[in-house]
């Protein structure tokens, strides 16, 4: 077990104190220290942060307050230590107003607050876990859950239902639990959002051994808390589901599975939650001539580690976010580099992306109770819903403008400026990155500048000549050149659009779900739809959040809320619930029309985010508290009660 939340004694030695808070991120020190102490006194007027920024994450403080915020800390820090390092009594809610506010230096609006103490999961409260029973309510229904996939989703819905005392079985189809970390291995595969944040808020890492952890550190997180909640000896690994069936006359579901051995059988559940994800089919590109490479090639998901790249020619299609993070090592490593690039992107800096956490830091979140927590709560706030704007439409836009409105004009030009800081003495790579159409039209990719350094090596070259076809050679792009190569890598993502494929689900009356859905899949809250009784979907339709949040975070919510789909059944006797029609496509109205005033909704940029028809069915448009508030209960007006 790697997650330590444990927090050591103080030394009696000041020095090491001393030493740990020159990398101390003071604005989250100062409140963690006013808690444990009860002295509110040390939020200081004079070492109010100004600002809440990635790219400052001492929130403007002078260097002169700094010094004065360290010398405060130390000397309360040895205090409270020789008094026993005893921790004050929980904060009144008023006391923890005040201490987000000096955190964030604004005031936190009240419609905020409940969502963030669930956020800030002090102490060993999980402010999420149900406070009910299944058997409390009623011992006697059968109430049995198939949960397919065990990737951070399937993971956290089974400790969930565990808690509840409900009987649930997960089906794997990998030989272990993590889902994308599982698979995704490629050279570089590493979290491009925080891990503080992009954890669990009841399950918080204190340790955290970098800021954007690799994919390795990941996986064992999420195995970590597989083992730390129970839960592997339900889950069945090696088994894939086929098909899932539901049968009118019982309110039953028949979920039929495929095991290793490829023997079938048919699992039967009350409710069916679905944690498959949206980014785990590989997609390989419509490009004529797929498959007719005669030298090794692979997608990025399925990474071949056997291959040693040393003195090859590697040609890889595709630069998102995973061709950016698995090109930089390739070109450490092989002879020459081929990028075939369609369509640009937008790097947003991330200064930390592959630093340490430092020292200090990390001993300060491993010896100062509550500091690691308001260290997630300023990231959560940082990378929060004020981004928003700055990926709004303006009523002005047109299609074709550059940006869509005058955030995001800004957000470009940072964006632009950096990029051209790095490749300025190259025009021409500049002229082939810089993308001409608004940031967050697609997913912006994260970096650090290693990015443009890549591609400033002389053995790596940008192609950005439409391909016209693969032959067995290599890669033949528009202009009549043949690009020979070693080695091709498909770094052309996934099949998001198409949720829950290959899977097929019959609900009520015999009806399909994907011929229901058409190609366009919709959900309500992006979790039901109608003729699917008591079925789930965590990560479904418009259920991504493209600039403000974790993705753990609407995991959290989701799951809250099927929780209180199952309580509802067992407190109400109701056999199942079916998403009332008119209540899913009025939702499903709004969500379209929010997405119409984003970038990624205006933009006619290919991109993951919309299904085939252009309609954005990935993405949720609105603020974090919105999906908070509206999954936080059920309500059964929504639904045909069964
Ligand atoms: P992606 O963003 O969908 O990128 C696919 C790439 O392949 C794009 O550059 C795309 O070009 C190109 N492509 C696809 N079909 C093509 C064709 N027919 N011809 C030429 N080029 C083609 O996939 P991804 O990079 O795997 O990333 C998917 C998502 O996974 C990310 O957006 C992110 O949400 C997640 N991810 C997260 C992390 C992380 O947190 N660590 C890392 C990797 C991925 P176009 O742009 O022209 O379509």
Redesign the pocket.
């Known amino acids: 077990m790697t997650i330590s939340r444990e927090v050591q004694p103080l030394p009696l030695d000041d020095e090491p104190i001393r030493k740990a808070l020159e990398d101390a991120h003071l604005p989250s020190l100062l409140p963690a220290l006013a808690q444990i102490t009860g002295d509110l006194s040390l939020l200081r007027e004079d070492l109010f942060p100004e600002t809440v920024l990635l790219t400052d994450p001492q929130g403007g403080l002078s260097e002169e307050a700094q010094a004065e915020a360290r010398a405060l800390a130390l000397r309360t820090l040895g205090e409270w230590r020789d008094a026993g390092s005893v921790v004050a009594p929980p904060p009144s809610l008023a006391d923890v107003r005040r201490m987000m506010d000096f955190l964030i230096g604004e005031h936190v609006s009240d419609e905020y607050l409940p969502l963030l103490l669930e956020e800030l999961a002090f102490a060993d409260k999980d402010a999420r876990a149900p406070e009910w029973s299944k058997n409390a309510i009623n011992a006697d229904r059968s109430m049995r859950v198939a949960i397919v996939g065990a990737g951070m989703s399937g993971i956290l819905a089974a400790h969930r239902l565990q808690q509840a005392g409900i009987e649930y079985t997960v089906i794997e189809k990998n030989e272990d639990v993590g889902g994308t970390w599982f698979e995704?291995t490629y050279p570089g595969?590493?979290?491009?959002?925080s891990n503080h944040a992009y954890s669990y808020s009841f399950m918080q890492k204190f340790d955290w051994p970098y800021h954007h952890s690799p994919q390795e550190v990941l996986l064992e997180y999420f195995r970590d808390c597989a083992e730390a909640f129970d839960i592997r000896d339900n889950i069945r690994f090696n088994t894939e589901v086929i098909d899932v069936v539901y049968d009118d006359e019982r309110a039953v579901w028949a979920v039929r599975v495929r095991g290793a051995d490829g023997a079938e059988e048919t699992i039967e559940a009350e409710a069916v939650i679905s944690a498959v994800g949206q980014?785990n089919r590989p997609?390989m590109?419509?490009?004529e001539g797929v498959g007719a490479f005669e030298g090794p090639s692979f997608h990025?998901a399925r990474w071949d580690h056997d291959i040693d790249f040393a003195g090859k020619t590697v040609g890889v299609?595709?630069?998102?976010?995973?061709?950016s993070?698995f090109i930089p090592h390739l070109s450490d490593r092989a002879g020459e580099v081929r990028i075939?690039?369609?369509?640009p992107n937008w790097y947003a800096p991330a200064p930390n992306y592959h630093e340490r956490v430092a020292d200090g830091f990390l001993w300060l979140a491993t010896h100062v109770p509550t500091y690691a927590q308001w260290y997630r709560f300023w990231l959560f706030w940082a990378i929060s819903d004020g981004f928003l704007p700055m990926v709004e439409v303006d009523d002005s836009w047109q299609p074709g403008d550059e940006v869509t409105g005058k955030l995001n004009g800004e957000l470009r030009d940072l964006l632009a400026g950096s990029m051209r800081n790095y490749l300025k003495d190259r025009p021409d790579l500049i002229e082939k990155t810089l993308p001409d159409f608004p940031p967050a039209s697609?997913?912006i990719v994260v970096d650090n500048g290693t990015w443009p350094k890549t591609l400033l090596k002389e053995h790596v070259h940008l192609v950005t000549e439409p391909?016209e076809r693969i032959t067995p050679r290599g890669v033949l792009t528009e202009d009549g050149e043949e690009h020979a190569l070693d080695v091709l890598v498909y770094?052309?993502?996934?099949q998001a659009s198409k949720f829950l494929t290959p899977m097929k689900v019959v609900g009520r009356n015999g009806a399909d779900m994907h011929e229901q859905w058409d190609g366009d899949a919709r959900a309500y809250l992006g979790i039901t739809m109608p003729n699917f009784p008591n079925f789930f979907f965590l990560y479904g339709p418009n259920t991504n959040i493209v600039v403000n949040g974790s993705i753990v975070y609407f995991s959290e919510c989701e799951v809250q809320y099927v929780l209180e789909c199952l309580k509802f059944l067992l407190e109400s006797g109701r056999q199942a619930i079916d998403c009332r029609t008119d209540v899913h496509d009025a939702y499903n109205e709004r969500i379209d029309a929010g997405n119409l005033k984003r970038a990624w909704g205006v933009s006619n940029v290919?991109?993951?985010y919309k299904s085939d028809s252009g309609r954005v069915a990935q993405n949720w448009p609105f603020t974090l508290l919105e999906y908070w508030q509206q999954t936080k209960k059920m309500d059964p007006a929504d639904y045909v009660l069964l």
Do not use: C, E, H, Y
């Open positions: 995704n595969a590493r979290v491009d959002s980014l997609k590109p419509a490009i990025s299609i595709g630069t998102g976010s995973s061709a993070q075939f690039q369609r369509t697609k997913r391909i770094g052309t993502g996934f290919p991109s993951w």
